[in-house]
């Protein structure tokens, strides 16, 4: 056989076991800490100064912590402001030929996936004839069951993200993450070579909707620099922590960056002295995307190009062995 023609069958007998396994998910096999995409429920949860302390979820130190460079040192509290502008996080948001392309196409997209969600809520509460902050941060959670998963009923936490809000002595308000865990990846990542590592990339967008008079309005405050958590061990998943102290806790690692600045949301005109309540409307969203760091998709679309490449001679030389 000549050498070209061997070339196309190997290449027929590839495509032929593609057809045949490439269409199940465990082709390659998934790592067990991931391809949670099943019954997928994501959540944000506004924290109130309450949430901070110490016998709630422990995150008061991570608060303190991430907000110190800017001169913001004292606990979540109520304090009263009058602000110029109201507060909201809105999303920016949301892979041989014919049929073995195709299953190629969405095997290699498996390696990729994203998971957000959006949260509406008023910031201000205003009672005697003064505004404070409702909230100190927010609690992302995603939960879902492994994508084969037959006997689960009710899904498990997979995924935690707590960022903490506070406001400096200028008035500015800052946000920085405090906390972040990922026990199971909704991403696809192969069960093969020695190391499991998954690059997370989470979008925040602040946009504030107010009415004055009877026209709406909406308005992006600010588009965060994506907070980036590279190289993450599924292997061993650890919480990191913004005030993670490993000589003490071996069980953690330090959570650093994503501090990000936004001005504050305006308040509607209107509002007369003895009006009180809930003001400052927002929209919380968030996009979050899973990567694995392995080269698993890059090869998978690679061979996905490859049959392309070759799909007339790989026609061809089934028509010639037909004859």
């Not at 045949?20 to 429920?41: M, R, V, W």
């Not at 588009?223 to 190289?231: A, E, N, Q, S, V």
């Not at 102290?245 to 650093?256: A, G, R, V, Y």
Request: net charge positive; glycine share 6%.
């Amino acid at each position: 056989m000549k050498k070209e023609a061997f070339n196309i069958f190997c290449l027929l007998i590839l495509t032929s076991c593609l057809i045949l396994q490439i269409g199940c998910a465990s082709f390659p096999p998934p790592h067990a800490n991931s391809f949670y995409t099943k019954d997928e429920i994501v959540t944000v949860k506004m924290l109130r100064p309450e949430d901070f302390k110490q016998d709630y979820k422990g995150y008061l130190d991570d608060w303190k912590k991430s907000f110190q460079h800017v001169g913001i040192s004292t606990s979540p509290d109520v304090k009263g402001i009058v602000p110029a502008v109201s507060l909201v996080i809105g999303i920016v948001a949301p892979l041989a030929f014919d049929y073995a392309k195709k299953q190629l196409k969405q095997e290699a997209e498996n390696y990729v996936q994203q998971f957000g969600t959006t949260s509406f809520d008023a910031f201000w509460k205003k009672d005697r004839n003064e505004y404070t902050q409702k909230y100190y941060g927010f609690e992302i959670v995603r939960k879902a069951n492994r994508y084969n998963d037959k006997t689960q009923k009710d899904a498990k936490e997979v995924f935690k993200l707590v960022y903490g809000l506070g406001q400096d002595g200028d008035g500015v308000f800052w946000a920085a993450p405090l906390y972040f865990v990922t026990n199971k990846t909704k991403a696809k990542i192969a069960s093969w070579g020695g190391s499991h590592r998954v690059d997370t990339k989470v979008e925040l967008a602040l946009d504030a909707v107010w009415i004055d008079g009877k026209k709406y309005h909406k308005e992006n405050i600010a588009k965060f620099d994506p907070l980036m958590i590279k190289g993450y061990d599924i292997d061993n998943p650890k919480a990191l922590r913004a005030s993670c102290d490993k000589s003490k806790d071996p069980t953690c690692s330090p959570l650093e960056d994503g501090l990000n600045s936004f001005p504050p949301v305006p308040i509607p005109s209107g509002i007369s002295s003895s009006d009180a309540g809930d003001f400052g409307k927002f929209w919380l969203t968030v996009l979050v995307t899973e990567s694995d760091t392995a080269k698993t998709k890059k090869y998978i679309s690679d061979l996905s190009d490859l049959l392309e490449k070759n799909r007339d001679k790989i026609i061809d030389f089934i028509k010639s062995q037909a004859k």
